[in-house]
């Protein structure tokens, strides 16, 4: 880099950052009849965030049902499902990942414009520039290099009854689930910091879901005029399921290239072991036996991780009996 004049460029450190702006678009329907209500709703939201090449898109559905059957029977019942994805969430925390991380060390007698180019000349995806430090990274680097990736699903739904068996005894039954799954990834490019000089690549695969299911048996008795009977009894269970599947490869073949490559080449290959309900990683890891080695013949580090798979069940029972007087 030339040399400069040093002098101030006021406002000049504040302007990487842009204005965040969230736009949140719906439409809902509703109606029924005497008997039965519902609703139904589409929302979308759309968000950039402060930093460049920052945001994300989220879209939801949303469907409630209540309906009376009969004199003793009424059900209702929710649905909601929603879908985030964002091609680059911004790093946090205390490292050069961290565009706060670069805003403390830098001068307001440098200017901001001399990083927007950041690849060093004659060295594009294997050098990055950074003038006066080695400390933080180049912020423009960061936002449009240093990549968070993440697309989640989620489903929540819930339906109950209830069932009026006489006149003071009622049983109401209800069930609910909350799934989950996520795909996150983070690439890091050549040249990112001294953890990565070759670069990284990491996905991470998350499911989790998780159902409950209760019961409830009411009696409501009047015994006398000053004397109410109360008599309750339930139960509940509980099944929770995480998995969670994790490859890593801290060290790129090939510089921006950021896949599970296929080809002959050898590499080194860490042997998974896979746990009860994670069969289906099996096809996704073959493509991971093998991997090229790059233009100097420097083995490009793969390690995988099965990060875990577990199960919870929990049931358990209520029952209580109370009375109350009354009194006039």
Not at 64 to 71: A, L
Not at 147 to 166: E, P, Q, V
Not at 199 to 217: H, V
Request: net charge positive; with cysteine.
């Amino acid at each position: 880099m030339p040399r400069a004049p040093r002098q101030p460029y006021p406002n000049k450190l504040n302007s990487y950052f842009d204005d965040g702006k969230t736009f949140t678009n719906t439409i809902s329907l509703d109606g029924g009849t005497d008997k039965t209500t519902a609703r139904f709703s589409v929302t979308n939201v759309h968000n950039t965030w402060i930093l460049p090449n920052t945001g994300y898109d989220r879209n939801t559905v949303a469907l409630s049902v209540n309906s009376k059957i009969n004199d003793r029977l009424s059900i209702s019942s929710k649905v909601n499902y929603t879908n985030k994805y964002s091609d680059n969430l911004p790093g946090a925390g205390y490292g050069n990942q961290s565009i706060m991380y670069w805003y403390i060390f830098w001068q307001p007698s440098a200017d901001l414009d001399w990083l927007k180019n950041y690849w060093e000349l004659g060295e594009y995806q294997t050098k990055i520039m950074f003038p006066f430090s080695s400390f933080p990274s180049n912020p423009y680097a960061v936002a449009y290099e240093y990549l968070n990736k993440s697309n989640r699903h989620g489903l929540t739904g819930n339906i109950s009854a209830t069932y009026n068996i006489a006149k003071n005894l009622s049983l109401q039954v209800r069930t609910a689930m909350d799934w989950t799954y996520e795909d996150r990834a983070q690439q890091r490019p050549y040249d990112a910091g001294a953890k990565f000089q070759y670069g990284s690549y990491r996905t991470q695969n998350i499911m989790s879901q998780e159902f409950n299911t209760d019961f409830l048996l009411r009696y409501n008795a009047k015994v006398s005029k000053n004397l109410e009977l109360n008599f309750t009894a339930g139960g509940a269970a509980l099944r929770n399921r995480y998995i969670r599947d994790e490859v890593r490869a801290d060290s790129l073949a090939y510089p921006g290239i950021y896949s599970w490559p296929t080809t002959s080449a050898p590499c080194y290959h860490a042997q998974p072991v896979l746990l009860p309900g994670e069969q289906l990683l099996r096809c996704a890891l073959r493509g991971l036996e093998r991997l090229p080695l790059c233009r100097h013949y420097r083995a490009a580090r793969l390690e995988q991780r099965i990060g875990h798979s577990q199960q919870n069940h929990q049931f358990r029972v209520l029952l209580s009996l109370g009375e109350r007087e009354l009194r006039g």
